[in-house]
């Protein structure tokens, strides 16, 4: 039997040392010095040799505790090298299965879809609300309410917009943990009922008796031709900020008057599609048309309708319309881009458009206790073909200064 002087003072010379102690465990001194327990015994008829520490890391009144538990598993015809096998396989997987593991593989999974600044964005919103309480914790295994606990701290920050984002994150973790086998429920479901929610805030929009004033000024603002033509569209195309910065040639059809805006672009070069994630259907009026037929002699040759002017491939920056609004003397909190669309919206049920056809339009999403059991593909495309007409009329009539006066029941047919 071995006893620690022996092992302390074994030295290797040409090659390497094999130290016996009894029922099969010896150390192994290496001729570098380094010196390993090891185990030899037979299970089914083979040879084998189990590991069992490192000295001095592992004295050795404890490798021989590690060799009696192996002897006792040899003789309940347990092998133990298979043992320490699935040990460290249960190891990975519960590393591989916490809620910072899961989370961090589908950020990675998702970012290919995102600009680098909102990956970036999305990680750190990770790692400072939900990887501090919960990152440790097995994915499968977190309760409501550890969910609304942690997520009751951003809410005691008064972070009512951060919270919102933080909780939809945390369900999309739990959807792809359920998606990969490693979780059966998501805990985060139900849980907007106990937190507070942001107050909704309308966009700035103008009234429609100040869009004379609107249309001189952007006559008269020191702004590029392609800034102006993209404000325009946005009074003239409803869409989103986003939606028509993204605008691709290929999705236009200036003969048939029809630009479909597709549900996804390409996010790595910062072009964002539909906000609801469905294709979208723009009716072109003839001033519409007329204003990218103007466009498709500056950009046609280009693949965006709005490139960048730093990196033709990206689009016009997301601060661009804003900041020309800003120039032509209009403050955040009286007019934004979006805020054509609250313009818009008013004016038409002035004049007496049905609101499930202005809400296809505007591409919201269906509204069931507003419109009952419309099909999602009641489309209204000939409705809003007209009713698109009718508004960009109505915008000239507003822009030459005219007395703009709605007719009520004039699309309810």
């Not at 500056?298 to 990196?311: A, C, Q, S």
């Not at 920056?317 to 955040?332: E, V």
Request: hydrophobic share 40%; charged share 30%.
């Amino acid at each position: 039997m071995l006893n620690d002087t022996q092992c302390k003072q074994a030295r290797a010379a040409e090659k390497a040392l094999k130290l016996a102690d009894e029922k099969g465990l010896y150390l192994l001194v290496s001729t570098a010095g380094a010196k390993y327990w090891r185990m030899d015994y037979r299970f089914a008829g083979k040879r084998k040799t189990l590991a069992l520490g490192v000295y001095p890391e592992t004295p050795l009144k404890l490798a021989r505790q590690k060799r009696d538990e192996a002897r006792r598993l040899l003789d309940a015809g347990t092998d133990p090298s298979e043992v320490r096998r699935t040990e460290k396989i249960a190891r990975k997987v519960a590393a591989d299965s916490s809620f910072e593991a899961v989370g961090r593989e589908w950020h990675e999974k998702q970012k290919g879809e995102w600009v680098e600044t909102y990956a970036a964005k999305v990680l750190t919103s990770l790692e400072q609300d939900l990887f501090p309480s919960l990152g440790r914790r097995p994915v499968g295994e977190i309760s409501a309410a550890e969910m609304l606990a942690t997520l009751k701290k951003v809410e005691a920050r008064g972070a009512l917009e951060t919270l919102k984002r933080v909780r939809q994150r945390a369900s999309d973790i739990f959807l792809y943990a359920i998606a990969t086998g490693r979780a059966e429920n998501n805990p985060v479901t139900g849980l907007h009922k106990a937190l507070k929610t942001a107050s909704v805030t309308h966009r700035p929009a103008l009234r429609s008796t100040d869009l004379h004033e609107f249309f001189i000024r952007l006559d008269a603002v020191r702004v590029t031709v392609m800034v102006k033509h993209a404000i325009t569209l946005l009074a003239l195309t409803f869409l989103r900020p986003g939606e028509l910065r993204g605008a691709r040639w290929e999705e236009i059809d200036l003969d048939a008057g029809v630009w479909v805006v597709p549900a996804e672009r390409d996010r790595t070069r910062g072009l964002v599609g539909m906000k609801m994630k469905e294709d979208h259907t723009v009716s072109l009026s003839s001033q519409a048309v007329a204003v990218l037929r103007e466009m498709h002699n500056i950009t046609g040759f280009r693949d965006l309708v709005f490139p960048n002017r730093n990196d033709p491939k990206r689009p016009m920056s997301n601060g661009t319309i804003n900041s020309a609004l800003r120039a032509m003397g209009y403050a955040g909190d009286e007019v934004t881009g979006a805020g054509f669309r609250t313009t818009a919206t008013g004016a038409l049920l002035e004049m007496g458009w049905r609101p499930e056809v202005i809400d296809r339009q505007l591409a919201h999403r269906e509204r069931k206790e507003v419109f009952g059991a419309y099909s999602h593909q009641a489309e209204y495309l000939a409705e809003r073909r007209k009713m698109m007409q009718q508004w960009a009329d109505w915008l000239d009539a507003a822009k030459s200064g005219a007395k703009v006066i709605p007719l009520h029941g004039h699309a309810a047919a």
